[in-house]
């Protein structure tokens, strides 16, 4: 099953305005991380958020995270044509793993 | 500094064909993941290596594919008698050593359509 799962599924907003997507995991993690994905192309990595921190600013990018309900939003401020993209969490399995289960993404079209 | 490089960046092959998938990790980077990208879904893991060692291997199928990451060149992901469901984007990322874990940092994938 899925560690990570994003919604909505799709977002569709005007130039402008904020973007806020969220994502639930299962089980305990060490980081939780989002990654852009633009039409076609590989992952961009934006930012990553450990278990002990509650919150994350990267430019107009601002990332939350509640190890208590297990889940974790992104917020895109002032949003651009640029941002549209299909947006992951990204959870590493807590201990040694490396490997980073995404979820399904939320596809956001922020329109011109 | 090249970012990770991956070729090619489209592939087609006909049924019971052979794919091969090459991954040129970033300078300095001992670490490489393989993930599959199904149309409208997230990446999957499929298989973690470190030079010449196969670390985790859980996410690839049991026949037909294989990876590797020889001391020298690049990481190969290897699918043989390639089947319809086969077709998807493989993504290959690197992170560096050490004991923390690192982000991780991603091509830009091969496309691989089997007729």
């Known amino acids: 099953s899925q560690q990570g799962e994003e919604d909505p599924q799709a977002l569709s907003i005007q130039e402008g305005e904020n973007a806020t997507m969220n994502c639930s995991y299962k089980?305990?993690?060490?980081?939780l991380q989002w990654y852009r994905q633009n039409s076609g192309r590989g992952l961009v990595h934006l930012i990553l958020i450990r278990s002990n921190e509650r919150e994350k600013h990267s430019g107009r990018l601002r990332v939350t995270l509640d190890t208590s309900k297990k889940s974790s939003s992104l917020l895109i401020t002032a949003s651009r044509a640029a941002d549209t993209a299909s947006y992951f969490c990204?959870?590493?399995?807590?201990?040694?793993?490396?490997?980073?289960?995404f979820g399904s993404g939320t596809q956001l079209t922020v329109l011109p | 500094n090249a970012g990770v490089m991956q070729n090619p960046r489209h592939l087609v092959r006909r049924r019971g064909q052979e794919a091969r998938l090459r991954c040129s990790p970033m300078?300095?980077?001992?670490?490489v993941y393989w993930y599959r990208q199904l149309p409208e879904e997230g990446l999957k893991f499929m298989v973690y290596l470190q030079k010449e060692n196969i670390i985790d291997e859980s996410g690839m199928p049991k026949e037909r594919f294989s990876a590797e990451f020889p001391k020298e060149g690049p990481s190969i992901l290897r699918i043989q008698q390639v089947v319809r469901g086969d077709s998807a984007a493989y993504f290959c990322?690197?992170?560096?050593?050490?004991?923390?874990?690192?982000?991780?940092?991603f091509g830009p994938g091969t496309r691989l359509t089997v007729l």
């Open positions: 300078k300095g980077h001992s670490h």
């Open positions: 990204a959870t590493p399995p807590s201990g040694s793993a490396r490997q980073l289960t």
């Open positions: 990322a690197s992170s560096p050593g050490g004991l923390d874990f690192n982000e991780q940092f």
């Open positions: 089980t305990s993690i060490n980081n």
